[in-house]
T-cell receptor, first 110, second 117 residues
């Protein structure tokens, strides 16, 4: 599986957009980009995933660059409850296990 | 959305005893379940992949005789930590992949915090 690189931590003001970057320069053609988040002492929660096109759901938007070597997760209006560790993971669609990196610790501040 | 439960949510046991953790998919069937371990301030580390009706596949460095995994049905997998020691104290998390989902989204349980004294 391709590896990902994410900033260790980020801060965001409540109500503002949180933009979380992820580099995955070795991603292969059949690998998806998945985003999960983990609130303290809970199991990870699925947020969104994509292959080539930008994706949006009720939680977030995922912007994938044309060369697919990086992506950005956007939380349009961050709330205090969005404080969590956000994991960017790349993997194929065969349902194999997910390899978690260090993630980005997002702190949303009032 | 699909729900995965774990039981117990936390457990304290004495060194040398065994502890069983259950992982259930509540509203879907899962041929494959995954077991992860997470130490404080660290990321999740995959321990093993559990397939219904067959032996689990363990990651390198994980002792299969110490961490017994049984996936007896499409909705239940169990992890038994045998002869637990303080260094086994950790947050254990399972995930399940739905048979029906084409996107192969994984659903995670809430985790089980094990403390070995």
């Amino acid at each position: 599986d391709a590896k990902t690189t994410q900033p260790t931590s980020m801060d965001c003001a409540e109500g503002r957009a949180a933009n979380l970057p992820c580099n995955h320069s070795t991603i292969s053609g059949n690998e998806y980009v998945y985003w999960y988040r983990q609130i303290h002492s809970q199991g990870p929660q699925y947020i969104i995933h994509g292959l080539k096109n930008n994706e949006t759901n009720e939680m977030a938007s995922l912007i994938i660059t044309e060369d697919r070597k990086s992506s950005t997760l956007i939380l349009p209006h961050a709330t205090l409850r969005d404080t969590a560790v956000y994991y960017c993971i790349v993997g194929n669609n065969a349902g194999n296990m997910l390899t978690f990196g260090g993630g980005t610790r997002l702190m949303v501040k009032p | 959305g699909a729900v995965v439960s774990q039981h117990p949510s936390w457990v304290i046991c004495k060194s040398g005893t065994s502890v069983k953790i259950e992982c259930r998919s509540l509203d879907f069937q899962a041929t494959t379940m995954f077991w992860y371990r997470q130490f404080p301030k660290q990321s999740l580390m995959l321990m093993a992949t559990s397939n219904e009706g067959s032996k689990a596949t363990y990651e390198q460095g994980v002792e299969k005789d110490k961490f017994l995994i049984n996936h007896a049905s499409l909705t239940l997998s169990t992890l038994t930590v045998t002869s637990a020691h303080p260094e086994d104290s950790s947050f254990y998390i399972c995930s399940a992949r739905s048979l029906a989902e084409s996107s192969y989204e994984q659903y995670f349980g809430p985790g089980t915090r094990l403390t070995v004294t």
